[in-house]
């Protein structure tokens, strides 16, 4: 069991930055940032490796989000840039295991636990 508290939310104006942390309770294979809007599917962000640092990132936020991490504190954070109103979204942290097909980096079934979620809102 992984348990996941993210921070970092709230209100921001277009072409703003927020800064997103999801600290878990222990050490995980990949961490990742997914994102929902109303009505719409979950998506993914980004993901880092945690042993290698490899990240991918979904086209949508290429340049502008950055993930990275603190092995210390088992915490991974999502800098986001150049924010757009169509970045809102609550955005979740999630954890997977070892095994995963790598096509599902950024795909909800690569992961198992999630954190609550924080939401972010730009305003145009």
């Known amino acids: 069991q992984v348990q996941l508290v993210e921070s970092g939310g709230g209100s921001v104006q277009a072409g703003g930055s927020l800064r997103l942390s999801c600290a878990a309770s222990?050490?995980?294979?990949?961490m990742a940032w997914f994102r929902q809007a109303p009505e719409k599917e979950r998506e993914g962000v980004a993901v880092?490796?945690?042993?290698?640092?490899?990240?991918y990132y979904a086209d949508s936020v290429k340049d502008r989000f950055t993930i990275s991490q603190d092995n210390a504190k088992n915490t991974v954070y999502l800098q986001m840039n150049s924010l757009k109103p169509e970045d809102t979204a609550m955005y979740y942290c999630?954890?997977?295991?070892?095994?995963?097909?790598?096509?599902?980096?950024?795909?909800?079934?690569?992961?198992?636990?999630w954190g609550q979620g924080t939401q972010v809102t730009v305003s145009s």
């Open positions: 222990r050490y995980s294979y990949k």
């Open positions: 880092i490796y945690k042993s290698t640092g490899n990240t």
């Open positions: 999630a954890t997977g295991d070892p095994g995963t097909s790598p096509y599902l980096r950024l795909s909800p079934r690569g992961y198992t636990y």
